[in-house]
């Protein structure tokens, strides 16, 4: 399970690159060596979205 800080971002904070980066290898544990997150590449291209946590 994911820490607590991973699944609590802060204000300001988009939700899926906290997760991504404080939980990376929850995030990621079904990608090969070398290969690239299929939603962290989708959200580099697309954004945050609405992702991002209102005060």
Do not use: T
């Not at 300001?12 to 980066?21: I, L, M, P, S, V």
């Not at 962290?40 to 209102?54: F, L, T």
Request: charged letters at 25%; hydrophobic letters at 25%; aromatic letters at 6%.
């Amino acid at each position: 399970m994911a820490s607590k800080k991973a699944l609590n971002p802060p204000v300001g904070e988009c939700r899926q690159c906290w997760y991504h980066a404080y939980a990376s290898r929850e995030a990621h544990k079904r990608l090969g060596p070398r290969e690239d997150c299929p939603e962290c590449v989708d959200h580099k291209d697309n954004g945050h979205g609405n992702m991002i946590v209102g005060g």
